[in-house]
């Protein structure tokens, strides 16, 4: 009997993915476990398996189209000596398992090829499933539309934002004055809705006659664009400053490193800097801690996110057990995660979870900044360069220390002042006496 292939769920918080290549065509047997499609989401591009054996009878959503809902048909699967006929008209999808409101997804009934149709001057337009639905919608014509994506292809972009009445904007495009763009931008809180900023075509008229290029938002950067809205929005940052000496680290260090050259580890101080976030947290247990909406829930472990910038956004894989690790275990743990992380082959397990996190800026000359919180962690150290500054030493002569400059961000719904506090005092008697931490 004919069944419906679903787009897949292939991380906790997907919601939507693009359908980025086909592995088989129409017509062709399929075994169970085998790979048919590769799915990117938000995060990284993952392959998919065939669950049951079967033919392929219909590819109902062709490769290359973004915002396909979970849970949405993709396919008809086929069993042995079935016609193709007997594929059943696909299901509405069922709603994914998610409290945030997600984008519909494109017909599942739409093939591959309703993506061209002919323009008014017998030309061809090129557009996604979902760019053309929305536009049927809205009574636009495609044919006055300036695709962004590959080869020129109208994609939901494109389209989003705009009126009947209201052409893809250009650059060269005629417009109303900046003024009027500004006003229309903040109609919505004078009405007293919350304010959202100016949309796309509103900022194109403000831009008119300028020279700009459009960058369409992939998932990963509109995913981390939503996160970190959110985050400023709802949680109640504080933040708690202060310098580090890492002069006795820097010799521990050193003399660490020459001694496992042979085994090829080479420790940075980003690696103690895990190890000493590790620590603290068995120290002061009350800030290994997260937000849960109505509760707190106080982790054991010493589980740690670090930030990994990668092309077009940020992965936070996590350390977990950190405490129990060596620094050597540590050190090629990270290098592993952040090499995958930037060829976006982690999988979901790698990079959720977590009671806080570490963003180290140092290695771009940044001496101090503030970090957003990543929910639901409790916190994130901000971490800056080492510089050479001078110092009083506890003797009252002045001398030269390198200092590193940290600022941890708290959400305060989970740690109070007091408890930052002593939980950043951890992290530095870590730091400044780096053997403490090994024992």
């Avoid at 044919?143 to 020129?152: D, E, F, V």
């Avoid at 194109?204 to 998932?219: C, I």
């Avoid at 809205?229 to 050193?254: C, G, N, S, V, W």
């Avoid at 042979?262 to 947290?281: E, T």
Wanted: aromatic share 4%.
């Amino acid at each position: 009997m004919a069944q419906d292939i679903l787009m897949p769920a292939l991380s906790p918080t997907m919601e939507e993915g693009t359908l980025a290549k086909w592995l088989v065509k129409e017509g062709d047997s399929v075994k169970s476990g085998q790979i048919i499609a590769e799915i990117e989401t938000d995060k990284a591009t993952m392959e998919f398996e065939a669950v049951d054996e079967g033919v392929i009878g219909k590819i109902l959503v062709a490769e290359g189209t973004a915002g396909v809902k979970v849970n949405a048909p993709i396919a008809v699967l086929l069993e042995d000596g079935e016609d193709a006929s007997a594929a059943p008209a696909p299901k509405a999808a069922a709603p994914a398992k998610v409290e945030a409101p997600v984008v519909a997804a494109a017909p599942a009934a739409a093939p591959a090829q309703a993506a061209a149709a002919p323009a008014k001057d017998g030309k061809r337009v090129f557009a996604s499933p979902l760019a053309r639905r929305i536009a049927t919608q809205k009574g636009i014509d495609l044919a006055s539309i300036k695709g962004t994506g590959p080869n020129g292809r109208i994609v939901r972009a494109d389209v989003e934002g705009l009126s009947a009445a209201s052409p893809a904007p250009t650059a060269a495009a005629t417009a109303a004055p900046a003024a009027e763009a500004l006003k229309a931008a903040a109609a919505p809180a004078a009405a007293g809705a919350m304010p959202t900023g100016p949309n796309a075509a509103q900022v194109a008229k403000m831009l008119d006659g300028r020279d700009y290029e459009e960058v369409t938002l992939d998932g990963m950067r509109r995913t981390v664009a939503a996160r970190l809205t959110e985050a400023k929005q709802t949680i109640p940052h504080f933040y708690l400053r202060r310098e580090i000496r890492l002069d006795a680290l820097m010799a521990f260090r050193a003399q660490l490193n020459e001694q496992l050259s042979d085994r090829g580890v080479k420790l940075s101080v980003n690696d103690f800097i895990i190890k000493a976030c590790a620590v603290a947290m068995q120290r002061v247990p009350g800030a290994n801690a997260v937000w849960a909406g109505d509760r707190i829930y106080k982790l054991k472990p010493s589980d740690i996110a670090v930030a990994v910038a990668v092309e077009g956004g940020l992965f936070t894989p996590v350390l977990k057990d950190a405490h129990l690790k060596t620094l050597s275990a540590l050190s090629a743990e990270m290098k592993d995660l952040a090499g995958r992380a930037r060829n976006k082959k982690l999988a979901p397990h790698e990079y959720v979870g977590g009671s806080m996190a570490i963003s180290n800026l140092g290695m771009f000359g940044i001496e101090n900044f503030d970090a957003v919180i990543n929910p639901p962690h409790g916190s994130i150290l901000a971490v800056g360069a080492g510089v050479k500054k001078p110092v009083v030493q506890a003797d009252g002569s002045l001398g030269v220390a390198t200092v590193m400059s940290v600022t941890l961000s708290v959400d305060h719904r989970v740690i109070d002042g007091a408890l930052g506090a002593e939980f950043l005092q951890a992290i530095v008697d870590c730091l400044e006496n780096p053997l403490s931490m090994l024992a």
